[in-house]
């Protein structure tokens, strides 16, 4: 199990924090640089999995953030993404979740791979004006060519859009 690891970089008004590891009771999050930055984009696609204390961790740690700065997160794993949706507070509240990985699985080949799905495209957050929504579609498999299909259960993956 790799350790975790989280790597800063600011430019401007944005700072980037790209976590890696697993987020388990050991995380520490004193790593992270104090920062005043406005935006804060948390990519995750490095995170391997977590636990219970270390999402308590997590939520400990960006509750605050999430209320000086505006917070992106993208690239969300699978692992990751169903924990965004169990758990309400993974992704804080007015943060945008800009893109998630979304496992899909050949029948046909037995091949396994994760699409990214960008907001806007893959699925919407809402908005004042417009309610959230995701459309998933099945992909040519990247080995065989055979229509490869998402492996979640939808209405279970993407409820982090529709947490209030
Ligand atoms: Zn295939």
Redesign the pocket.
């Known amino acids: 199990m790799k350790q975790f690891e989280v790597e800063a970089e600011q430019s401007g008004e944005q700072l980037t924090l790209r976590f890696s590891g697993f987020l388990n009771e050991e995380a520490d999050f004193t790593q992270i640089p104090e920062s005043q930055a406005q935006n804060v984009a948390l990519n995750l696609e490095q995170l391997e999995g977590s636990n219970s204390l270390g999402l308590k961790k997590w939520i400990s740690w960006i509750t605050p953030v999430s209320q000086t700065a505006q917070i992106t997160i993208e690239k969300a794993p699978p692992e990751i993404v169903n924990q965004m949706s169990i758990l309400s507070g993974f992704v804080p509240k007015g943060a945008k979740v800009s893109s998630i990985f979304v496992p899909y699985y050949?029948?046909?080949?037995?091949?396994e791979e994760n699409i990214l799905f960008e907001n806007g495209s893959g699925f919407v957050t809402g908005t004042a004006a417009t309610k959230p929504g995701y459309r998933i579609d099945d992909r040519p498999?990247?080995?065989?060519?055979?229509d490869?299909e998402a492996d979640v259960l939808p209405e279970a993956y993407f409820k982090f859009l529709f947490q209030k």
Do not use: I, K, L, P
């Not at 050949?106 to 091949?111: A, F, I, L």
């Not at 498999?141 to 055979?146: D, E, F, M």
């Open positions: 050949c029948d046909s080949c037995g091949h498999c990247t080995q065989c060519g055979a490869a």
